[in-house]
Nanobody, 124 residues
Framework: QVQLVESGGASVQPGGSLRLSCAAS????????MSWFRQPPGKEREGVAA???????YYADSVKGRFTISRDNAESTVYLQMSSLKPEDTAVYFC??????????????????WGQGTQVTVSL
């Protein structure tokens, strides 16, 4: 059974940085579109970043230039490096997998596997 386990969430001040990790089991991260989503309090889940089978990265406009998605195929792990964090980045962050990215960050409905989420809080 596919398992995705996120870690790295924390409380940080605005302008700070965090790196989230997503460890995958029974799934080859290099053979899938691996994505990060987030769900702010009281809002819908939204796509943040994705990395395709070919290693192409896609980002939501709100995080371009601040977030970087990467993967380590040998470690079956996907990362989300977040910098210049803002209070509006506060959310539960989820790792997810889809067969294809389709040229952008997939919609939540296209994902076939999800992690349990990790909380990121950005505040003074």
């Amino acid at each position: 059974q596919v398992q995705l386990v996120e870690s790295g969430g924390a409380s940080v001040q605005p302008g700070g940085s965090l790196r989230l990790s997503c460890a995958a089991s029974h799934l080859t991260v290099g053979n899938n579109c691996m994505s990060w989503f987030r769900q702010p309090p009281g809002k819908e889940r939204e796509g943040v970043a994705a990395i395709s089978r070919n290693g192409i990265s896609y980002y939501a406009d709100s995080v371009k230039g601040r977030f970087t998605i990467s993967r380590d195929n040998a470690e079956s792990t996907v990362y989300l490096q977040m910098s210049s964090l803002k209070p509006e980045d506060t959310a539960v962050y989820f790792c997810a997998a889809a067969t294809l990215c389709g040229g952008g960050v997939p919609s939540p409905a296209e994902m076939v596997a999800w992690g349990q989420g990790t909380q990121v809080t950005v505040s003074l």
